[in-house]
């Protein structure tokens, strides 16, 4: 089967699509959307799903609007895998669900699924994953070598909305002690200079090292000693307990229901009910290296069972379930990913717009006017993004 994938957020093209991959399909990964790309990767690429994901660039009001136009004449079977619920089901999801109109919604949140059915939208749990390609053990990196590490983001945005949310309970736990007895952790990630009303102390400015990219967090999960990773919901985990026990991490968590339900604690990982449990657990293992690597295998072990392949395996035997698809898409050949951008230069010379570019530099550098560039790249105003890429000349 050949399945395209509408996005191109690192966040979300290295895990389900190579899922897919790894089951035997074909897959193309879009890279940033224009509606000329969209209409040339429909008639060229002719797949049989297209999927859509997440909350990122991809899905501006403009890009929703254009995704449903270009999509719901083609009558190819589109899903749409909503990872915001259920925080911001109202908000975001509903919203956009309503305005590219899947035919099939999957949601990370069990108790939305009769949510969207209510609204006779088909829908299904699919819950998150990690793929070997970017979350596998890596050499120890001195970069990132630490005995207390986080790989997070610090929401205080959200703390205003929700200072309720299970989130801030969560944090408190498993960061708080640390600061009180001075302990460091080393933080990867936004907001945690503005943490300070939440966490009940300022955290020292060289602790904090700012955002990570995607690809870079497994050298942090194989390098620190101790990764602390927080949860959001009590129902469900979040993306990052997989992929850290993918990469080989020793993950000290919330002890929450869906962590019991599906790990085993003081097996394939360990959790805190408390904050003087967290400090108790960190000195604890941080003096036994023995005990530590035993739960560092047994979790790595266990989670190849929420591989991004088997969830990708779900997926198909979901749709076909429920006629979305035929019985023929499943697939026991071999899979293979492309990129849409990759396609484009076997026949153009390609530029990957940069910060402070404007088509006026990019003509000036390449010897080619500005409309030539607009009108090969169906641009109908001289607007031009960071990270997209335009077609300069043909080879």
């Known amino acids: 089967m050949r399945i395209l994938f509408l996005e191109s957020d690192p966040m979300w093209i290295y895990g389900l699509p190579n899922g897919f991959c790894d089951a ?28 859509t994901m997440g909350h990122t660039a991809e ?9 449903r136009e270009c999509v719901t004449s083609t009558n190819i079977p589109h899903v749409y895998w909503s990872t915001e619920d259920p925080g911001y089901t109202f908000t975001f999801s509903l919203p956009l669900i309503q305005t590219i109109e ?56 959200l703390y205003k909305k929700r200072p309720d949310h299970y989130r ?8 708080s002690p640390f600061l009180e007895e001075n302990i460091r952790i080393d933080f990867w990630g936004r907001y945690w200079d503005q943490m300070e ?3 009940g102390k300022k955290i020292p400015n060289d602790w904090i090292h700012g955002f990570l990219p995607y690809t870079e967090a497994n050298k942090v999960y194989s390098s620190a000693e101790i990764i602390l990773g927080i949860q959001n919901h009590d129902t469900q985990l979040t993306q990052r307990t997989y992929e850290v026990l993918g990469s080989g991490g020793f993950l000290l968590t919330n002890d929450t229901s ?51 392949e088997q969830r990708a395996n779900y997926i198909i035997e979901t749709l076909i379930d429920a006629g979305i698809l035929p019985k023929s898409a499943k697939s026991s050949g071999e899979g293979r990913l492309v990129h849409y951008v990759d396609t484009l230069r076997e026949n153009y010379e390609i ?7 404007t088509l006026w ?3 000036r550098k390449f010897g080619v006017s500005i409309e030539e560039i607009k009108n090969l790249n169906c641009l109908k105003s001289d607007t031009i993004e960071v990270n997209h890429f335009l077609k300069i000349k043909k080879k």
């Open 197 to 199: 009303h939440i966490l």
């Open 102 to 157: 899947p035919d099939f919604v999957f949601t990370i949140c069990p108790a939305r699924v009769d949510f969207y059915r209510e609204k006779n939208i088909p829908s299904a749990h699919l819950d998150f994953g990690y793929h070997s390609s970017v979350h596998s053990p890596a050499e120890v990196d001195e970069k990132y070598k630490a005995q207390i590490a986080i790989v997070a983001n610090g929401y205080p945005m």
């Open 24 to 51: 035997g399909h074909t897959v193309m990964v879009s890279g940033p959307l224009t509606e000329d790309s969209m209409t040339d990767m429909i008639s060229n690429f002719h797949p049989d799903l297209i999927f």
């Open 59 to 67: 899905h501006t009001k403009e890009k929703q609007k254009m995704i």
């Open 361 to 363: 530099s990019i003509s």
């Open 168 to 175: 801030f309970k969560a944090l408190r736990s498993l960061l």
């Open 351 to 357: 530029y990957i717009i940069e910060p402070k570019d």
């Open 258 to 308: 869906e962590i019991r339900r599906l790990f085993s604690t003081g097996k394939d990982l360990i959790v805190s009910n408390s904050s003087k449990e967290t400090i108790d657990l960190v000195k604890y293992y941080l003096s036994h290296p023995e005990e530590r690597n035993k739960v560092k295998k047994a979790g790595m072990e266990t989670v190849k069972k929420y591989s991004y």
